[in-house]
């Protein structure tokens, strides 16, 4: 009975963290309320290009994290989504109602991402025979709350969270393997397909496709790693070669330049932002800097003691916690020369696979049935303590995001009522989003390249009377057309226009152009609303005709 016991606690217990992950990030996902008021950047980007892919239009425009993967997932899930909707239009159900579109895809992301954390979990049971190594290697993504926040979105980072899951179940594999040699072409295979995803998800997986190379012995197989890594990248990241032009001044920018998306001076890195930005990611995550630097001293330790050199496992673990280090230092660098915290939290991950390395070390160091046992629960239970240290401040998030999600509702609400088609609106809004859904759609659109015209007859279906201020125009945008205000404006009803955050400067340039076109008629502005934090402004223009004296 007690043997029975056991193996139903062994065998379903790697379940219970991947259901309590979905849990979590759908929950955070659908406490950030409509995505559209707050979230346009990335989601409505990857959203526009996701659908493209859905009806099997291969010329994606936006490649610049690549985020191939997020728009494949849009693409998959959409058809999904648009089963549930009223009729088969797929595109059209998408722009009536792109929310539920964006909700599909996160949905399906987490899934998937629970599913590797599942995998990860009976097959570490199944290589190492230790429930414990299985668990601790389960809280990875539990390692730091913000991993679960952006989980709850669809951008780039949350996307590589399942081939860093991947990446750790090759290691452990390649561990445990006796006789690596003989598959090591299965490897090399492996590691080069998870590593074709995670580029294709975010250039910012570049340091981990160097840990395989501290495991493959020979230069040739490196060789053959590296092109089938590259034959990988290809297949999984093709718009980025659709758009080979664009992708190399994209990423040569970036290269070099210190500034975000190939902004700022023309030098390599910025060193004097470069103390102040580490010290953010030292205070982001301080338990996972020290175990970096305990794993650090423990490396060095072991690759000393001379008779540990004549265990074969021993070595093998002792180059994946060499390769693991040096890719989490060169991921410092990128990170530090483009800084932003987002950009590190998929490092984090790793935070439980260095307990999970540092325990490996000493019960292969020092074997004895005791320590075999007692080890690996220590080493869950400290993965376990900090895991539960992420409690209170995610909680904390979540409270905070429902309470903007809050605001930004009623912000919404108090402005529905003047975006009607009889009074036109013009908008200028933050990348970040506005009240307003037309402020993500034109984003979207405008992401989408020479796709747009997929999209841009229905958008000016649902939003006849919306225009956008842009300086790159002396015109209004106007779903892909440019327009006078002489032919939208009816002077006898008033102009709205709405001024996002950071955007104020636009305003004078708007009631310029409104002058211009109408020089007979002054302008009667009145502030409807003022709304703060963030700082937007709600203006209802009326155009008077001026007197004759």
């Known amino acids: 009975m007690k043997e029975r016991f056991l193996f139903l606690f062994k065998k379903y217990t790697v379940v219970i963290l991947p259901i309590i992950f979905l849990i979590i990030t759908l929950l955070i996902h659908f406490s950030r309320g409509k995505f559209y008021l707050a979230y346009v950047d990335p989601e409505y980007f990857h959203l526009f290009n996701g659908l493209n892919l859905s009806i099997f239009n291969l010329a994606i425009d936006f490649i610049h994290h690549p985020g191939t993967t997020i728009q494949i997932i849009f693409a998959i899930s959409a058809h999904f989504v648009n089963f549930m909707q009223p009729g088969f239009d797929l595109i059209a159900n998408a722009m009536n109602d792109p929310e539920q579109f964006i909700h599909g895809a996160n949905i399906l992301l ?136 664009k992708s190399v001044e994209w990423f040569g920018n970036m290269f070099m330049h210190s500034g975000k998306w190939g902004s700022g001076e023309s030098n390599f890195i910025d060193i004097s932002t470069a103390s102040d930005n580490l010290k953010a990611l030292f205070v982001m995550d301080k338990s996972f800097f020290i175990l970096c630097g305990i794993a650090g001293v423990q490396l060095i330790v072991f690759f000393g003691l001379f008779y540990l050199k004549k265990k074969q496992s021993l070595n093998v673990t002792l180059k994946v916690l060499l390769g693991l280090l040096v890719s989490v230092a060169l991921s410092i660098f990128l990170v530090t020369k483009h800084f932003a915290p987002h950009y590190f939290y ?82 200028t809004s933050h990348y970040s989003g506005s009240p307003f859904i037309e402020s993500a759609m034109v984003a979207g659109v405008l992401m989408s390249g020479s796709l747009k015209s997929t999209y841009i007859e229905k958008l000016a279906e649902l939003h006849p009377n919306t225009y956008f201020y842009y300086d790159w125009s002396y015109d209004f945008y106007f779903w892909d057309q440019f327009k006078n205000a002489r032919e939208f404006i009816d002077l006898q009803k008033p102009v709205y226009i709405f001024i996002g955050e950071g955007m104020e400067a636009g305003l004078e340039v708007i009631l310029e152009r409104l002058k211009k076109a109408f020089p007979d008629h002054q302008l009667d502005i009145n502030i409807l609303h003022h709304f703060t934090d963030p700082d937007e402004y709600f203006y209802e223009i009326t155009l008077v005709e001026k007197l004759l004296l």
Do not use: C
């Open 110 to 245: 987490n899934l998937l991402t629970s599913f590797s954390l599942f995998i990860l979990g009976v097959y570490t049971y199944k290589i190492s025979g230790n429930i414990f190594y299985s668990l601790l290697l389960q809280l990875m993504p539990f390692s730091n709350f913000m991993i679960l926040l952006i989980s709850g979105r669809l951008i780039p980072e949350a996307a590589l969270v399942a081939p860093l899951l991947f990446l750790v179940l090759l290691l452990v594999r390649f561990i445990y393997d006796n006789e690596p040699q003989n598959n090591m072409k299965r490897y090399v295979i492996g590691f080069a397909i998870v590593g074709g995803l995670g580029l294709a998800g975010k250039f910012l997986y570049l340091p981990f496709l160097i840990i395989p190379i501290f495991l493959i012995p020979t230069l040739k197989w490196k060789l053959k790693y590296l092109a089938y890594t590259t034959i990988a990248i290809v297949v999984f990241a093709f718009p980025v070669f659709v758009h080979l032009d």
């Open 346 to 427: 998929p490092t984090l991950v790793f935070k439980a696979f260095l307990i999970y390395l540092m325990t490996a070390l000493f019960v292969e160091s020092f074997p004895s049935k005791r320590v075999s046992i007692i080890l690996p629960v220590v080493g869950f239970a400290i993965g376990l303590v900090l895991a539960s240290q992420q409690i209170k401040p995610m909680l904390n998030a979540i409270q905070h995001l429902k309470q903007e999600a809050g605001i930004f509702e009623n912000r919404r609400l108090v402005l529905k009522p003047y975006n009607t088609i009889d009074n036109p609106l013009i908008i």
